[in-house]
């Protein structure tokens, strides 16, 4: 049982990295639209579809598997790795959290963030994930 715990917990995951990736990227085009015009509208559509479809149900997905492991006792949580992953992943649905305030503002048409902020902050969920799978995988503390 234990192995599919694992198997849907790293699917939810790349499911969930691949949506906490695309949409800042919509976030880049959708900022240099002009509120109200068809692309902007259609952006919304993706934006919205993306987030509630595939991002957010990927994250809550990647929690319930991965609290199912600890659960099963997978986890020895007198070494520092663990709690240093379960930080960072508490940073990416942090992030996740952003993500949703800034879908919100697009929505309502009243986004004050650049192009460039969104450049940026796209990094964020890639340097999350790195130091995670190191946690998971390297074990390095």
Known sequence: MIEWFKALHV?????WMAGLLYL????VYHSVSEAGSAQSETFKVMERRLFRAITTPAMIATWIFGLAMIGHGIVDW???WPWAKAALVLALSGYHGLLARHLKAFARDENDKPQKYFRMINEVPTVLMVGIVIMVI???F
């Open 78 to 80: 007198s070494s520092f």
């Open 11 to 15: 699917i939810s995951v790349i499911a």
């Open 138 to 140: 390297v074990r390095p």
């Open 24 to 27: 800042p990227r919509l976030f």
